[in-house]
Nanobody, 115 residues
Framework: QVQLVESGGGLAQPGGSLGLSCAAS????????MGWHRQAPGKERELVAS???????TYAGSVKGRFTISRDVTKTAVFLQMNSLKPEDTAVYYC?????????WGQGTQVTVSS
């Protein structure tokens, strides 16, 4: 069982920035994908960004150019830098890791963008 520990998030004004961090409880040497999904009230959970252990990235169109995902393979950790935040970015953000055909999720962290 892999546990994901998330940190960061909180409240930001429109146009502001926030950062999210997530680290796995064990170091995973295999091929994996880590990333962030988000779920706003009344909406389905959606992919925000993901990154493979090798560094390949995927972004949702709504965040491309504003959010940057990165990883630390020595710690099996993933980071999300969110710039130019918009009210529609408000959601609970969930960290995930997928490897060996299994997906693990973090507990979620709230991001609120409001003036």
């Amino acid at each position: 069982q892999v546990q994901l520990v998330e940190s960061g998030g909180g409240l930001a004004q429109p146009g502001g920035s926030l950062g999210l961090s997530c680290a796995a409880s064990i170091n995973i040497p295999n091929t994996y994908v880590m990333g962030w999904h988000r779920q706003a009230p009344g909406k389905e959970r959606e992919l925000v960004a993901s990154i493979s252990r090798g560094g390949s990235t995927t972004y949702a169109g709504s965040v491309k150019g504003r959010f940057t995902i990165s990883r630390d393979v020595t710690k099996t950790a993933v980071f999300l830098q969110m710039n130019s935040l918009k009210p529609e970015d408000t959601a609970v953000y969930y960290c995930m890791i997928h490897f060996n055909f299994v997906t693990f999720w973090g507990q979620g962290t709230q991001v609120t963008v409001s003036s």
